[in-house]
């Protein structure tokens, strides 16, 4: 048989896809890590700007942020876009040790470990519901504190769930907290102009009505 130019880009382009796993480089919404037939841990998750302790309540949707999945090894395993409300589902296997990354074009990243294990009395399908805040980057903000990641989430055995590590949450809250303060701070002096800053040297009194 011979192959003309076009028959052979179609077996290129034919090749490519069959090789290709399906959904774990790029993924809208639901997707899955897990075998057939095997336990999960469904992360579904809310991405959001963040607003600031003042505008808290105001929860504004982050589209198109870059959510990965990757190995106790460092090796990425799967990423995904989040849609147009912010949101986007994994589902982890059980059983072993994660990282995920948010991140967006102009924005910081930041990190959450997730520990799968479970008892083996406990193996069933989970779902833990999450919600994170990224911002843009600013000049100057010294944001070292989100090279470890901003929570820690396993299995309770108390009760009987994933849950957040309290106590590693309240290690790294401080920090945190300090880095919002300086953000917010940056942003508003950002948004000042000169003419905002600097008072004119004398006001001149206005003439109408003043009797010399």
Same mark, same amino acid.
């Given at each position: ?18 090789? =290709? ?55 990425? =395993? ?32 930041? =990190? ?73 701070? =940056? ?9 905002d800053t600097t008072l004119p040297k004398s006001i001149p009194a206005k003439s ?5």
């Amino acid at each position: 048989m011979i192959l003309t130019p076009n028959k052979l880009f179609f077996l290129i382009c034919f090749f490519i896809l069959a090789i =290709l796993p399906s959904g774990k480089l790029l993924a809208w919404g639901n997707d899955s890590l897990v075998p057939a037939g095997e336990n999960s841990l469904e992360m579904r998750g809310h991405i959001l700007i963040s607003q600031g302790q003042a505008r808290e309540n105001e929860k504004i949707p982050l589209d198109s942020a870059q959510v990965s999945v990757i190995s106790e090894a460092g090796k990425l =395993l799967w990423r995904g876009i989040t849609d147009s409300k912010g949101r986007l589902n994994i589902k982890l296997p059980l059983g072993r040790k994660f990282t995920m990354s948010f991140t967006k074009m102009g924005y910081v990243k930041k =990190l959450i470990n997730i520990d799968t294990h479970v008892s083996n009395d406990n193996k069933k399908d989970f779902s833990f519901s999450y919600e994170i805040d990224i911002f843009e980057s600013i000049v100057g903000l010294d944001v070292s504190v989100l090279n470890e990641p901003v929570a820690r989430i396993s299995f309770s055995e108390m009760a009987k769930d994933f849950n957040y590590d309290i106590v590693y949450t309240t290690k790294v809250n401080s920090g945190l907290q300090k880095m919002y303060r300086e953000y917010y701070e =940056l942003k508003r002096k950002a948004k000042l102009t000169p003419a905002d800053t600097t008072l004119p040297k004398s006001i001149p009194a206005k003439s109408k009505g003043i009797k010399k």
